[in-house]
């Protein structure tokens, strides 16, 4: 009999508390047509595909992906780099989650994605919220970072 996985449910209002949001939604795929700006609401809204790094560390490791929302309140501006709205099933890998503050306590969250795609998301301050929608399934791969921390050819210099 497997176990049963609570449903992740996280709040960031702080640097440190979107570092653990970061950790979790780390490889979690997106369809850019599933990321929707609501600029009259200033909330920005993904819905994701998350790889769950708990089930795969656990005692009894499994790859899984879990459908989960993103949600980022007082957002004042979108923008996007190497991201297409044109292009709704393009699958972005997303690396990282990151907060630049500004004018305290605003600032920028970017969302890095592999292939140089970003969002930048300027903000009032941090309100940020991921919640499991339930779904889950199993996957055949698990993500490995092995290879960005080996140097590429060209990238090593000699004294």
Not at 74 to 92: I, P, T, W
Not at 139 to 158: Q, T
Request: net charge negative.
């Amino acid at each position: 009999m497997g176990c049963v996985m609570e449903l992740l449910k996280l709040i960031a209002m702080d640097r440190d508390d979107l570092e653990v949001v970061s950790a979790h939604l780390q490889d979690s795929t997106v369809k850019t047509g599933e990321i929707l700006w609501r600029p009259a609401e200033n909330r920005v809204v993904i819905a994701l595909d998350r790889f769950d790094w708990e089930a795969a560390s656990g005692q009894n490791p499994h790859w899984q992906r879990r459908r989960t929302a993103l949600r980022f309140d007082r957002v004042l501006a979108c923008k996007c780099k190497n991201v297409s709205a044109s292009d709704r099933d393009k699958v972005l890998n997303l690396l990282g989650v990151h907060f630049s503050e500004q004018e305290s306590p605003g600032g920028t969250v970017t969302l890095l994605f592999e292939d140089g795609a970003a969002l930048r998301l300027d903000v009032e301050c941090l309100e940020v919220e991921v919640a499991d929608l339930g779904p889950v399934w199993a996957c055949d791969c698990c993500p490995d970072h092995s290879r960005d921390l080996e140097p590429a050819a060209g990238d090593v210099r000699s004294a």
